[in-house]
């Protein structure tokens, strides 16, 4: 529901609250918490906010390079966009999608470049 508020209805206050509320709720569960706050971000950016959206992405982004290590951390971003573009060459949309799904949640700072 929250993210029809924050895409389609574009009601940006209301999807803040809801992704709050989940995020309050699934506290202890890190992957929802985890992607609340992600949407949480991602309201403070169509927002125009982008100072509090990059404070939360730097977050999750070091969260992500912590897990995975510096190094890999480069190298997977670069192979995110070359797979998703050979992807879309290949006309697979639905594995272009879902990998640009998970970079999004693994280095949500690339929304701000």
Do not use: C
């Not at 506290?27 to 927002?47: C, F, P, Q, W």
């Amino acid at each position: 529901m929250a993210e029809l508020y924050l895409h389609k209805l574009k009601d940006y206050d209301k999807a803040l609250r809801m992704y709050k509320s989940i995020l309050s709720y699934y506290s202890s569960r890190k992957d929802t918490a985890r992607l609340a706050r992600m949407r949480i971000g991602d309201v403070y950016r169509k927002k125009g906010e982008y100072d509090r959206a990059k404070k939360i992405y730097a977050q999750a982004e070091k969260e992500t390079i912590a897990k995975m290590g510096l190094k890999k951390a480069a190298m997977k971003q670069g192979i995110y966009a070359q797979t998703i573009a050979a992807y879309l060459e290949q006309n697979q949309l639905e594995a272009a999608l879902k990998k640009l799904k998970e970079w999004e949640i693994n280095f949500p700072l690339a929304k701000l470049s």
